[in-house]
């Protein structure tokens, strides 16, 4: 079992910064294959970016180069780092985690989500 508990969102003008924190509870956060999503009003959660639990990270492409997703194993937190951000970025961003064997889905958690809003 994995808890997740994200921090750092908040109101931050177009072209400010900042830095989500997600914290996670439990054993063997090392060897999750960890990710930030965000769900905005009336639209499906997407992937922002993740990292694998060997440290390789993918982004989509509305935020690569902008947002960079990072890790610590030993203090089991996973951070993201916005910058450049545009309004279409305000979403609710949810922290998750996952393991998988062979391909299998065999965990996953989910946080219970930090708000960004963006002013133009």
């Known amino acids: 079992q994995v808890q997740l508990v994200e921090s750092g969102g908040g109101l931050v003008q177009a072209g400010g910064f900042l830095r989500l924190s997600c914290a996670a509870s439990?054993?063997?956060?090392?060897?999750?294959?960890m990710g930030w999503y965000r769900q905005a009003p009336e639209k499906q959660r997407e992937l922002v970016a993740a990292i694998s639990s060997g440290g390789t990270t993918n982004y989509s492409d509305s935020v690569k180069g902008r947002f960079t997703i990072s890790r610590d194993n030993g203090k089991n937190a996973l951070y993201l780092q916005m910058n450049s951000l545009k309004p279409e970025d305000t979403a609710v961003y949810y922290c998750?985690?996952?393991?998988?064997?062979?391909?299998?889905?065999?965990?996953?958690?989910w946080g219970q989500g930090t708000q960004v809003t963006v002013s133009s």
């Open positions: 439990g054993s063997a956060f090392s060897r999750y294959d």
């Open positions: 998750h985690a996952e393991r998988r064997l062979f391909g299998d889905l065999l965990y996953e958690f």
